[in-house]
């Protein structure tokens, strides 16, 4: 590779800013995306959108088509949860984040803010291609086996396609205990940070895999200079229909953003 890669900090000495409607995501931001795993009615996914915003997040998650370990799981509500995910959004103002696993789904997220690539798909090269060719944001996750040399050439994929607007995000990587669903590599932040301009961002939720490991991992993220957070939140996880062993609820989440604010102020004055 003879040419400076575009994600690099020779290439692009300052942060990059990626702004999703009145959300700014790097440079001096701190911005935190919330919402359940997956939109599973329209109660829930505009319950819990005011309840976010109400607690300070910027951006609303739901997943829509969601890529189970098991094909027997919940696969996602699919176009219609994207429509209620829409729903959420006209109702709170707050934009979107909502993963795409196949480029041919890529029509039906028109009204979707940010295209979230997930762990599982960071070296679909295909798929980077293909995103990297919209006017949209893309938030990509970290494969959970990957280094970071493998993930900044996955942000390269979209990148060169000529879509400036990447967010990093570290969830974690598999380690070998199993008491925790994944490890939350903290280095992740600094080390990413001094190599690309490109935001990073971390999601608690799923590295730690448990409710109550969550706001530790993320005002630990949080003190280490991360841009921001991605939590899953439902308002009953115990009948969530994906990943609710690891939500907070409304509750615990706004109570996380008042530490978080805290960590904020003493760390970095972010
Ligand atoms: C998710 O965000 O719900 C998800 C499936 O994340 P990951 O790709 O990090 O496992
Ligand atoms: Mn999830």
Same mark, same amino acid.
């Given at each position: ?43 829930? $996914? ?17 997943? !829509? ?26 109702? /709170? +103002? ?22 979230? $690539? ?13 995103? +990297? ?39 974690? $990587?598999?380690?070998?205990?199993? +008491?925790?669903?994944? /490890? ?31 706001? /530790? ?13 991605? $939590?899953?939140?439902? /308002? ?18 706004? +109570? ?10 003493? !760390?970095?004055?972010?």
């Amino acid at each position: 590779m003879s040419e400076t890669l575009q994600y690099s900090r020779e290439h692009h000495p300052e942060d990059t800013v990626v702004e999703v409607g009145e959300a700014k995501i790097g440079g001096d931001h701190f911005t935190v995306i919330a919402g359940p795993c997956s939109v599973e009615s329209e109660e829930q $996914i505009v319950t819990v959108a005011k309840a976010v915003k109400a607690a300070g997040a910027q951006l609303l998650r739901g997943g !829509a088509f969601k890529p189970r370990t098991s094909p027997y799981d919940f696969q996602g509500l699919k176009a219609e949860g994207l429509k209620l995910l829409s729903i959420a959004k006209a109702e /709170t +103002g707050l934009p979107t984040v909502s993963e795409c696993m196949g480029a041919d789904d890529l029509p039906l997220f028109e009204d979707v803010d940010v295209i979230q $690539i997930g762990a599982r798909n960071m070296q679909n090269y295909e798929l980077l291609k293909a995103v +990297g060719k919209l006017d949209k944001p893309v938030l990509l996750k970290r494969g959970r086996a990957n280094t970071l040399r493998e993930f900044l050439l996955s942000a390269e994929y979209i990148l060169a396609e000529g879509n400036s607007r990447v967010i990093l995000c570290e969830r974690g $990587i598999r380690a070998f205990d199993e +008491g925790s669903r994944n /490890t939350l590599d903290l280095a992740a932040i600094s080390m990413l940070h001094e190599r690309t301009h490109l935001p990073v961002i971390v999601d608690p939720s799923h590295a730690a895999g448990i409710a109550k490991l969550v706001p /530790t991992m993320a005002m630990a993220a949080t003190a280490c200079g991360c841009d921001g957070l991605m $939590i899953e939140v439902h /308002t009953d996880p115990e009948s969530a229909l994906s990943d609710g062993l690891q939500s907070l609820r409304p509750e615990e989440f706004a +109570g996380l953003m008042g530490q978080v604010r805290q960590i904020r102020e003493i !760390a970095n004055g972010k």
